[in-house]
């Protein structure tokens, strides 16, 4: 099973092609309605923090969920049962690095699904999908750009 | 157009009385696609006839267009007002994310008009409009310090846009640019000037709007073809060295403006190449939004302070071929470091730094020629090559020291004629020129761009064209290509795309694109937009006082040989009389 992860923060550009790449998904153009962010560290000339999904083992967003709307991805991370969910928000004051973002449309979280639509559209290599089978034994898939291009 | 798209809200504030309105404009941007066709018309309608560049009346126009958000590299902002460094139309485009924020905004243009009594920024998120006290940041020495304060005190971290001016700005230095995300400019004909007599020190967008498209399945299919191209070899110049790329080949031709146009070669320009900045020097490459070619370079200037042992600095400065000219070259400089200690006090200030390097180079040439003494400069010594006086000469231009400071302020047109020297002041039509000896096209095409001499137009790449084949262009065939290539490009800047994807952009690709957005349109009528752009600022420079046939320029073009040869003044003459008469044709 792989998982979608940040291979190498210092390579991203802030073009933002990942994040339209996340929305255009689900037939969206929009920054907001994706779940992959991405901002800088402090002002651009400090690079950029890339913003996912970590894929947790014991996610703390579907502890807190109060109508077990998130259930466990094989692989780490969850997946939503929108029609279970409340929209009460719980999970997305719970994941501490912000990755869980909301579609305000229909009041409900926007769940990564680790699909690597955003890989795709990185020309940089900065994100990936990585197997995920065993704890502690994450080995790169290597990405469209990585392959090609010694950086 | 799409019933409803948001690209048609046009959002109207008036900073005397700090009020706002949307309004619907679909009749703008139905039929001119937005960018430079909306902005123009918003221009003319909003601007009336004479105002003063630096009065009130004078409106700030900021338009996006059709593909903005929706395609990779529709990622630029056209800013319209009239320049008070011209007196005439100014136009200049400004990447980052300023697009995307105003079209994420749920907007297609933002037109402030009017005056604050004290400095104001304005917040725009989605339809609500902030005025937001700046006496804090009014008067900061530097431009990256009032980003950090602005950052902090508004939301939107990752998407929103910060336009702001420095010092330059609001002392109403006219060629003051406005900086948007570090990095990026609206650089040209002082934008950053006009803020500053509004006492608008900022300009803040962000949003959550979605941008609609007319049908996903086709969006899809042209985004993905568009994408690819952006990965091709079409690109690579930009994405790998960047545009610093063009300073050894032009060099090598005679093209490179060196020492106020001595010269068209600058010896020892290793270093201060791309491959010698990308070498010792490129830190970081950054893109503007919705941009994977990321052609920003920036450099990491690391340096020992003086005073204290083991203890250091490292600035992340930019650099781009045309800063490379204005403020190395140009002033016989060829040392990076030196280009970036330079490049890092004109970009803290916010100066356009190709004025300000022309303004530079000609101060430095009157000096030699005893037109200015130190008693003009206070105390500032010039010398081709030397970073330290040009700094302070920069600092005394944004300080208006005294008068010949003041002069300097206003361009190097103006300088010249109080002080003399004109026939080596590098100025065409009012403005300063751009990086290009490579022959008559250039020159003509600074005289007479569409933006008012920017220097974006086909010249360089016509002259480089005619030299590669060996043959002499005519007049009249060089004039009616330079019209026909900024016919287009008004088409490029009223989606709005960046000029660098103009090899993706054709025609047939752009209406695809359209067409997913929801614009139904042939190849014919691109070409129909284009000429109606064109002509409408061509009337409005008319209706401003442009006077096509009384273009000056510097005798300076001729005495140093171009890349194409010495460029023979009569033959120029006549070539300035058939481009007048080709632009004012239809």
Sequence with gaps: ?????????????????????????????????????????????????????????????????????????????????????????????????????????????????????CALHCPYGVLGLVRNDRPGALAAVPSRKASHDPG | MIPGDPLANVLYVDLSRRSYRVERREDLFADDIGGAGAGIRLLDENCPVGADPLGPDNPIVLTVGALTGLFPLASKTVAMFKSPHTGNLGESHGGGRSAVAIRSAGLGAIVITGASSSPVWIAVHGHDVFFRDADTVWGMSSLFTVGRVIRDNEPGAGVRSIMRIGRAGEEMVSYACVTTETYRHFGRLGLGAVFGSKKLKALVVSGAEVIPTADPKAYKRTYKELFAATQSDVMRKYHDLGTAENVTPLNAIGGLPTRNLLSGRMPDTERISGEGLAAHYLGRRLACAHCPVGCIHIAALREPYTDDPYFYKTRMI?????????????????????????????????????????????????????????????????????????????????????????????????????????????????????????????????????????????????????????????????????????????????????????????????????????????????????????????????????????????????????????????????????????????
């Excluded at chain 2, 730094?353 to 022309?358: H, I, L, Q, T």
């Excluded at chain 2, 206070?378 to 400071?405: C, Q, S, T």
């Excluded at chain 2, 003041?406 to 047109?413: C, E, I, K, Q, T």
């Excluded at chain 2, 139904?520 to 009528?525: C, L």
Aim: charged fraction near 20%; charge should be negative; hydrophobic fraction near 40%.
């Design chain 1, 1 to 117: 099973m792989t998982r979608l992860d940040v291979l190498d923060t210092d390579r991203c550009v802030g073009c933002q092609c990942c994040i339209f790449a996340c929305a255009r998904r689900n037939d969206d153009v929009s920054l907001s309605l994706a779940c992959i962010k991405v901002r800088s560290a402090g002002g651009i000339s400090r690079g950029f923090r890339v913003i996912v999904c970590r894929a947790c083992e014991d996610p703390p967003c579907a502890k807190v969920c109060p109508e077990d709307a998130l259930t466990l991805r094989k692989g780490g991370g969850v997946t939503l049962i929108p029609e279970l969910c409340i929209g009460c928000g719980l999970c997305r004051q719970a994941c501490i690095v912000g990755a869980i973002h909301w579609d305000s449309r229909i009041n409900k979280p926007l769940i990564c699904i680790h699909c690597g639509t």
């Design chain 2, 318 to 586: 930019s650099y781009d071929y045309e800063p490379i000219f204005s403020l190395g070259t140009l002033l016989g400089i060829n040392d990076p470091e030196c280009y970036l200690r330079l490049m890092e006090t004109v970009e803290a200030l916010g100066l356009d730094c190709m004025s300000a390097g022309a303004v530079l180079a000609w101060a430095t040439e009157a000096m030699e020629h005893g037109l200015i003494t130190e008693n003009d400069t206070d105390g500032v010594h010039l010398v081709w090559g030397e970073d330290a006086p040009y700094r302070a000469m920069v600092r005394g231009i944004v300080d208006g020291k005294n008068d010949f400071y003041l002069a300097l302020r206003r361009g190097v047109a103006f300088a010249a004629q109080q002080y003399g020297g004109e026939d080596f002041a590098l100025s065409f039509a009012g403005h300063e020129m751009a990086g290009y000896h490579t022959g008559p096209a250039a020159h003509l095409g600074f005289l007479f761009g569409a933006r008012h001499s920017h220097c974006d137009n086909a010249g360089y790449s016509l002259d480089q064209t005619a030299l590669m084949s060996g043959a002499t262009v005519p007049l009249e065939e060089m004039a009616r290509s330079l019209v026909a290539e900024e016919r287009w490009r008004q088409v490029l800047s009223s989606l709005v795309v960046c000029f660098f994807a103009r090899g993706i952009y054709k025609p047939e690709q752009t209406c695809a694109a359209l067409a997913s957005a929801g614009f139904d349109v042939a190849p014919a009528d691109l070409d129909a937009l284009g000429r109606r752009v064109y002509r409408a600022k061509y009337d409005f420079k008319l209706r401003e006082g442009f006077d096509p046939a009384a273009v000056a320029y510097p005798d300076r073009i001729f005495a140093t040989r171009s890349a194409a040869g010495l460029i023979d003044r009569a033959e120029f003459a006549r070539a300035v009389s058939v481009m007048s008469a080709e632009v004012l044709a239809d």
